[in-house]
């Protein structure tokens, strides 16, 4: 009996060994202890650079000159460069013509009125439209003479005389006390006033009296004269 059962024992199979327990990672303090050499190989990134004082400053002085109104005319003038008033000026001079059209057509409805004043065989009708070409010929710078559009413009504080608007653009580069706008201004009052007269003579007067014509041919004479005179201050003001 004791000989098969110490066979049976014989082949049982062995028992099986403990599983191994499982490998620790190495921690970082035990890593940097256990190799120095290797910690010390790997150089911590250096600490950024406050900026440099001399390129900040030179940063912000840009900044601030970015952000100023650009100084145009002293620019130009340094580098010799004409500058925004010699430009203005120079346009001026250019569209010189198209500012003096105004005052050559009331010459030449004055003209007109004038030939009907020559004519022997003037009519009523003649008298009508020397009256109209009179009061077209005033642009609107003298009060009696609008119509109630205009008047009602001119209450409001509308600038309504072309003669004004004219001169006003022609010596908008000039200060007030400058000779040649002084001169405009004295030339601008004497023609409408010269106009304000002129419309009172022909409300005044009888076509039909030779008199009362020369009258009127003088006072379109003056008018005219007048017109040339403020012309001429108008062009010494652009600078033509």
Known sequence: MNGPMCAIHSLAAPARPPAPAPARQP??????????????????????????????????????????????????????????????REQKK????????????????LLKAQALLASPNASAEDAEEVRGRIGAA????????????VAFQSRTGVEVCTFSLILKNAASLLADKDPLKVEADTRLGELIQSFSDLGTLVDNSNFELTGDREKMKDGLLSTISALDKFEQSVKDCIGV
């Open 138 to 149: 005033g642009r609107d710078c003298v009060p009696r003479q609008r119509n109630s559009l």
């Open 94 to 109: 250019k569209s010189a013509s198209f500012l003096l059209a105004p005052i050559a057509a009331s010459r030449d409805t």
């Open 27 to 88: 921690s970082w303090r035990s890593a940097k202890a256990a190799a120095p050499h290797l910690v010390s190989s790997r150089p911590e990134p250096p600490p950024p650079t406050p900026p440099n004082l001399t390129s900040r400053r030179a940063a912000l002085l840009a900044l601030i000159l970015a952000a100023s109104p650009a100084r145009p005319a002293a620019a130009a003038f340094s580098l010799g460069i004409p500058g925004p008033k010699e430009l203005l």
